[in-house]
């Protein structure tokens, strides 16, 4: 069993920033790739960014040049630094970990940028 807790998320205004984390733990040897996925209001869950194992990041075009992505392998833990915040990148973002071919999914954390 893996399980997958975000943490983070809140209420900012237009041009601020967030901290998003994703901590794994269970019976975890590697990671070999997590991800950090968006739900916005009545939209399907869109891929923001994720980073494998040697730390090679990929985000969608959206949020490039405004967030990053890593993680801290001994943790078992993924981050989302989110800058410029724009009223459209509110969602709840979901923490996804890939291991074996399997998928595990947080529970998700809201993020809520007010114009």
Known sequence: QVQLVES?????????????SCAASGRIFSIPVMGWYRQAPGKLRDL??????????????SVKGRFTISRDN????????MNSLQPEDTGVYYCKATIGGLEYWGKGTLVTVSS
């Open 48 to 61: 923001v960014a994720r980073v494998f194992t040697t730390g090679v990041p990929n985000y969608a075009d």
């Open 74 to 81: 001994a943790k078992n833990t993924a981050y989302l630094q």
């Open 8 to 20: 983070g998320g809140g209420l900012v205004q237009a041009g601020g920033s967030l901290r998003l």
